[in-house]
Structures are given as C-alpha cells and as structure tokens.
C-alpha cells in the first residue's frame, strides 16, 4: 500500500493547496491554544474548519485536527468544545497528547477516531501499546528520537498504525516533555501552543550581523552573509566549557526523504511533514515532492532527488535521530 | 546536510529611477484607494490580523527609493509612501520581487528570511501575522488592478505581463510557486 | 509541610551518592526518591548501593521511593522498568511508559516530569492507583491551586518543585557527549566531571541553562520560599528539594526551619547564598511571568 502522506496546513489557502498538490491527508487546528501552532495570523475557525473538511473530502483527501496542547487547570471545557467541534465539523480523526483528553474523547466521542500526538512522546511499544488498550487509539505519531532500527522495533510490537516526521522543524527534545520555552518567554508549546514564540523574539542588525534575542537572551548571532535561522531555544548558539556553538542541535531542518523504503519496511503506514507555519507555496512543493517519492516507492522506481534545501531552516538538513550517530 | 542558493531578482533601475520623481502624495492616494478595494473583497485578511489589525507596518523594498507605510485601520486601510525612513510596528525590508513573491505565494516567507533576503524588525508577531494573512489571502495585485481599470485593462494587462516577463518580478499570482 | 528529596539528577561517584544518602538519613526530610532518573548508563555504576541506602533511609523513617528513567526507549531500559517494579517499592513514575508495567491495583506515585497539566489528567491518574503527584514544575500557581483542590477530593498527595535547578527538557540525544564530540554509545561518561551540570551561557555571557547529559536544566535555582503560605492555602502538602553536590543537608535544615514557621523565605535565600555564594535564583513559574523570573528583585538583580 501507498504511504500515506499527511501534510500541514495553517490556513484555509494553504490546505486548498496540499489537496491539489496531491496529499492524501492534511492535518490542522482551531485558531486558539489548543492546538501546538498557535500562531499570529494562523489556523481555522469552526466555518473554515467545516468547509476545509468538506473541500478535502470531496477530493478524495481525509482530515485530522490537532488537538495537542496540554488542557489548562480550570479550563478544560474550551479543549472538550474542540474535540467536539471536530467531530462535528467531520473531521477524519482527532491529534491528541494529553492522558485526560484522550480519556475525555474516547468516552464522550467514542467514535471519533483518536490519534497520539508527537506531543505525548511514546516512544516505545509499551507506551504505544498501551495509549491503544487504555483510549482506543488507532494511530500514534511518533518521537523525534527514535533510529530506523527502534521504528522498526516498535511496529513488530504493535498493530497500531504508527507516523513519523519526514521533513521540517525537528525538535531535538522529546516532544511534550520541554519547557525551555516558557522559562525564558512564560508561552511553551505544552500550554500555549507556541514554542520561542515571535512575540518575545527581537533581531538587531548591527552593519550586517544579525543578533536574534529571545527573550532578551542572545542565543545567535548571523554574520554578514549568513543564513538567519529563527531564534529557536533549542537551536540556539551557547558557550559551555570553552566551546561556543550549537550545543544542542544546529539550526538544521529534517529531512528523511531518502530514508523512505527504510521506513515503509519498518512497517511505518504515514509520512508527516512538519510546518503549519509555512506558505502555502512551501506546503505545494513538500507535497508534490513527497507524493512524488511515494508513488515511485510504489511503483518500484527510483526516488526523485530533493530539491527543499532552501525551505529548510538555515538552509540545512539532518536526517535526525533516524540514523543512530545523531544522538 | 546540504545547503543550496536561488536568487531574487533585483529591481531593474529603469523602474527604480523614475518613482524618484513621482509625486508620493498623489500614489499614495490611489494606492489607498486600491488597498481599500482589496480589504473589500478580502474582508478575511483583516480578520487573520487579529489583535495587529491596527498595527502600523513599514514594507521597506529595499532597492525601491521609498517607503511604504501601511496602516490596516481595522479594515480600513491607507497606504503612505514616503522617502525618509519613518517609524512602524513592524517593519518588513526585502527587495521588491520578495515582497511581491510573498503576496502572490510565489516564495516562502520563511525560506526568504532564513536566506536574509527578507529582513524583520520591531515586532516578529505582528511581522508573521501579516505575512500568514496575506498568504492566505491568495491576492493577485495584477487582476486587482485590472477590476479597478475597467476598459484599460487589456492594454494594462498587456503592460503588466511585459514587466513580469522582462523583470522577473511576481505581478501575478503564479501557477506553480518558485520552489 | 513534608519534605521530599528528588532523585540526584546528575552524574556522582558512588561513593559521593552512597554519603549523600548517609547525610539525608541525619536529616529531617519526610521523604526521599532515589535511583536513576536522567540516563540508564549511569545506573551500573551505583548500583549496588542502592539496597543499603534505602535500608538506612527507612531505618531513619523516612519514606522511601524509586524513580524511573524519565525517557524509555531501549529494550535494555524497558527491562530496568520491569526489574524496578519487582523491587517491591513504591515507584514514582516519571515516565508513563511504567504504567503497562505495574500490577493493576498497584499504589504508586508520579513524578515532576509526567505531564500533568489539569484535573482529568490527574482524576485519570487516580484511577489507576497513584497516591501522590509531584506537579510539573512548569505550572503557575492558578493551576496549582485547582489541581491540589481536585486532588484532595481523590486522597492524592500534591507536592510541587520546593527548589532547585529545574528540569526544563529531556532529550534522546547526549548533549554532553556532543559538546566532547563523541555520540550517546559511546559517550565515555563525559557528564561525570560536573556534580551539578555543565553551565551554559548566551552568546553575551549571561548564564542561561545547565547541562546534565540527555537533560537540560535551568540555570537558576528554582525556590518556594516567598510562596510557602500560598502553596500550602492550596493544599499543597509537600515541596520536592533537588540535590546539589554542596550543602544539601543545611538546605534541608533551612527548609524544615522555614516551613516549620521559624524564620523567614529571605533568611533561607540568604543562608544559600552564604554557602553557594554562584546561585541564582527563580521563581517565575509559579508567580512570575517567565519561569526565570524572581520575585523578589532585590536578590535577583544582585545576580
């Protein structure tokens, strides 16, 4: 079977344009805190959100809606309106992280299909084995930091469907699990959605060298010339010892579009592309690209060579923890 | 890891040297008055700005001789341009084909700015939520311009089609996006 | 108020760890988790130390727990979980991959690193055995606030991060094996030389974050002591101390003295500071607007 391609969409435009070009399945959220791209100017209301599902629908493409954020202590009922807003808004299936969530849906929205958001970071097949006993769920998206080999591992443990990351931001940190963020801005993904949010992001050009600050914290610096990178925590330039570099990852972007056949054979069912932030003239060239590499997967011919370096966040990419050595 | 360059095209002199001479006051007048026409017919993109609906944007193309203020005005908006650096929000610099490819989805906003062809400064929210409206807007300023000149819009089009061929510069919505 | 001691986050000798868990027995906390927490390489090497330590910490009356890893992925760490739970203890979960392993009707508690952000999460919890819960440290005080309301109507302990470095990330990859290029397999314990992380600072030489292996932590030192009484108006019955390599047991000392109601949050800010003149502290999460932030700026700004 064809791997399923699930591309982003931040807006309504944006996913008009990953249907046309060719996914099979695009993933979005409601304009609010509930979903982990809560960004200025981005994501669907409940009209668009309805009428986006119908437009996919109608050729042929499915829909999920992220609901990943971690529900606020006191305010959980906005995060239930939204599970319940999807289903009826005939969403495909829901993205979920957290454990009272996941208990909520698979209670009140029984049949309302529940998939595990990176955002829980199960990475192994205990945990996914067992987010499918205990809430049903059908399908779990999996941490950035497992190698092919574990991949393959987990799917002979389980009959839960399983989707990995193949292109875009790539978090170095388990997922779900890091708030660096909100230590230096007071906004991290698991609360607010958001991650090195824009609002607390400030760059100064000092004669053509670039400082990023985040929060007040220079964390790097462009010379004249240079690729700028956004001022991500986790990829930013620090000093330790007496090295000054990118201690924890490189402003890089993922990239596994080689590593294709690898995954389908360790039994992956869908390939996701990471960037609800991105244009609508990003998501049209990830997704013909990739829908490319899985039809020559499918039809026994060889994958096209990429051609995305230049979306790619400091215009270089990584293949991550798929290959051992990135740890 | 691999790393790869495209170039934006730079505005040609002969269209840069001119607008040295244009009286602003009057452009700007008439691109207020097509700004308006567009929030009219694209009430959405106001609302995408959410809380920065109000906010003051200086677009700065940078191999342009002037400046571009844009005040949303909550759906209301007005276009200023001017030749002294003036204070905004948020300001956008970048030749004028990125800008243009960024309104037309021909570039990634993103992919422009990581390759420093696209400079942001003051506030990077309201910077995104402008660039996330406008993209979603899926604005076509060549056929904005040919609705608002009705019986000289076979000619204008035909100008217009010229330059994009002759510049390189996103006039239009394109077909197929550049990357 | 109890007094938890957290499991030592970083890299000691054995023989560090073994007369660490002597001077917390002397101690008056109420209660002490221990094992490895951060990285399953480490554990062999304390291992055998692990019996006698609990032996004498539940001979000084004190509570004893045992921690799991807070990222399982390898088949070798999926056994450490099996082992762990046969050890008889009570677990403290700080990864939710333990869950599968335990015997229904199991009693255990959860740590600072599970996510648990609201009161279905937590009634969830609940229903499946756990007694206590260390809160994320992320949380501001509001949600500590209904949290602990929830919790006590469920007989759930809520303890919440009293002091220390925070643990803000935790990650597959080996930081300090990078920064020594060298990958995770083969990391040749490069973590061992720093008892309370690797500081990290900006590209303008402001302190930032610590380096601890696979994890990432705080800078700053994380304190409740200006929010005891708000903490325990909520219902908080319990603040988790985080071990650091100098004057532990005096910050313990300090601790008791200041929930017990015998001298003041500043007065405990200023006996740390006395012995570890370096440490800055926060207290952003629960009050502030960043977790960075302090809230009294008097000792912040003399950072």
Redesign the interface.
């Known amino acids: 079977m064809v791997m399923e391609i699930v591309c982003p969409a931040?807006?309504?435009?944006?996913f008009r344009a990953a249907v046309k070009a060719g996914a099979h399945t695009i993933y979005c959220g409601f304009a609010d805190e509930t979903n982990a791209r809560n960004?200025?100017?981005?994501n669907f209301d409940r009209v668009e959100m309805r009428d986006s599902v119908a437009f996919a629908h109608q050729h042929g493409a499915k829909v999920l809606v992220a609901i990943n954020t971690?529900?606020?202590?006191?305010d959980?009922a906005i995060w239930h309106r939204a599970v319940a807003d999807a289903e009826s808004c005939g969403a495909d299936a829901v993205i979920l992280?957290?454990?009272?969530?996941l208990?909520?849906a698979a209670r009140d929205h029984p049949n309302l299909r529940r998939h595990l958001s990176v955002q829980a970071?199960?990475?192994?097949a205990?945990?996914v084995?067992?987010y499918a006993e205990t809430f049903g769920v059908k399908r779990v998206v999996l941490?950035?930091?497992?190698s092919v080999p574990?991949i393959a591992?987990i799917n002979a443990e389980t009959e839960v469907e399983t989707e990995v990351f193949v292109f875009g931001g790539l978090c170095?940190?388990?997922e779900?699990?890091?708030?660096?963020s909100?230590?230096?801005?007071?906004r991290?993904p698991?609360?607010n959605g958001v991650c090195s949010?824009?609002?607390h992001?400030?760059?100064h050009?000092h004669n053509g060298v670039?400082?990023a600050q985040l929060?007040g914290?220079?964390?790097?610096?462009?010379q004249k010339?240079?690729?700028?990178?956004?001022p991500t925590l986790?990829k930013?330039?620090?000093?330790?010892?007496e090295?000054?570099d990118h201690?924890?990852?490189?402003p890089?972007s993922l990239n596994a579009e080689q590593l294709i056949p690898q995954l389908q054979k360790a039994g992956v069912t869908a390939l996701k592309i990471e960037g609800r932030?991105?244009?609508?003239?990003?998501v049209?060239?990830v997704v013909r690209n990739f829908r490319e590499a899985v039809d020559a997967l499918e039809d026994g011919r060889p994958l096209p060579q990429?051609?995305?370096?230049?979306?790619?966040?400091?215009?270089?990419?990584?293949t991550g923890?798929y290959k051992?050595?990135?740890? | 890891m691999s790393q790869t360059t495209v170039s934006v095209p730079r505005c040609p002199p002969l269209l840069a040297v001119p607008l040295r001479a244009v009286p602003l006051a009057l452009l700007s007048a008439s691109l207020t008055a097509f700004s308006r026409r567009i929030a009219t017919s694209h009430p959405g993109l106001f609302r995408r700005l959410g809380d920065y609906a109000n906010t003051p944007f200086v677009i700065d193309p940078t191999d342009l001789p002037l400046v571009i203020l844009l005040h949303p005005g909550n759906g209301k908006p007005t276009i200023t341009l001017t030749r002294r650096p003036v204070g905004g929000a948020a300001r956008i610099a970048g030749p004028l084909a990125a800008l243009l490819g960024l309104v037309h989805g021909g570039f990634d906003g993103d992919a422009l700015f990581f390759s420093r062809d696209l400079v942001i400064e003051g506030d990077t929210s309201a910077s995104l939520a402008l660039r996330n409206a406008i993209d979603d807007a899926e604005l076509d300023l060549s056929e904005e311009l040919l609705n608002l000149t009705g019986p000289l819009a076979a000619p204008v089009h035909r100008v217009l089609s010229l330059l994009e061929r002759r510049t390189g510069l996103y006039l239009t919505r394109p077909e197929e996006p550049a990357w | 108020m109890q007094l938890t001691v957290a499991p030592i986050p970083f890299f000691w000798s054995k023989d560090t760890w073994s007369t660490f868990y002597e001077e917390i027995a002397e101690t008056s906390v109420d209660r002490v988790v221990l094992g490895e927490l951060v990285c399953s390489k480490r554990l062999p090497f304390f291992q055998d130390q692990i019996p006698g330590a609990i032996e004498r910490l539940i001979a000084a009356g004190k509570d004893v727990a045992l921690t799991s890893l807070a990222l399982i992925t390898l088949k070798r760490e999926r056994k450490l979980t099996a082992d762990l739970v046969e050890m008889g203890l009570e677990v403290e979960v700080n990864d939710l991959s333990v869950l599968p392993y335990l015997p229904k009707s199991t009693k255990f508690s959860v740590g600072p690193l599970v996510n648990v952000y609201n009161e279905g999460t937590l009634r969830w919890l609940a229903s499946l055995g756990a007694t206590r819960i260390c809160l994320p440290p992320e949380l501001p005080l509001a949600s500590v606030e209904i949290l602990a309301k929830e919790a006590a109507s469920l007989d759930v302990t809520i303890e919440v991060w009293g002091h220390g470095r925070l643990p803000l990330a935790i990650s597959g990859r080996c930081y300090h094996a990078r920064l020594h290029g060298r990958t995770k397999d083969n990391c040749q314990f490069a973590c061992e030389d720093d008892p309370d992380g690797l500081d990290v600072a900006t590209l303008d030489g402001q302190p930032f974050l610590t380096m601890n292996g696979v994890q990432t932590l705080s800078d700053s030192y994380a304190t409740t002591v200006h929010q005891i009484g708000q903490l325990r108006d909520a219902g908080v019955t319990a603040l988790r101390l985080s071990p650091q390599s100098h004057g532990f047991a005096n910050l313990c000392h300090q601790y008791r003295a200041l929930v017990e109601g015998q001298c003041s949050g500043e007065a405990v800010l200023e006996a740390i500071t006395g012995q570890t003149p370096e440490v800055r502290f926060s207290d952003g999460f629960l009050t502030g607007d960043r977790g960075v932030a302090m809230s009294t700026p008097a000792i912040a700004a003399r950072t």
């Open positions: 931040g807006t309504p435009a944006a960004f200025p100017g981005l971690f529900p606020r202590a006191g959980e992280a957290d454990a009272g969530l208990d909520y970071a199960a990475a192994n205990d945990m084995n067992f941490p950035r930091v497992l574990e591992a170095v940190m388990a779900g699990r890091c708030s660096l909100s230590y230096a801005t007071g991290s698991n609360m949010p824009a609002s992001v400030e760059y050009d670039l400082d929060g914290y220079t964390i790097h610096r462009a010339g240079d690729a700028a990178p956004y986790c930013g330039c620090f000093t330790a010892g090295k000054t201690l924890f990852e490189d890089v932030q991105r244009s609508r003239s990003y049209t060239q990429g051609m995305l370096a230049r979306l790619s966040e400091g215009q270089a990419m990584t923890a051992k050595t990135w740890r």
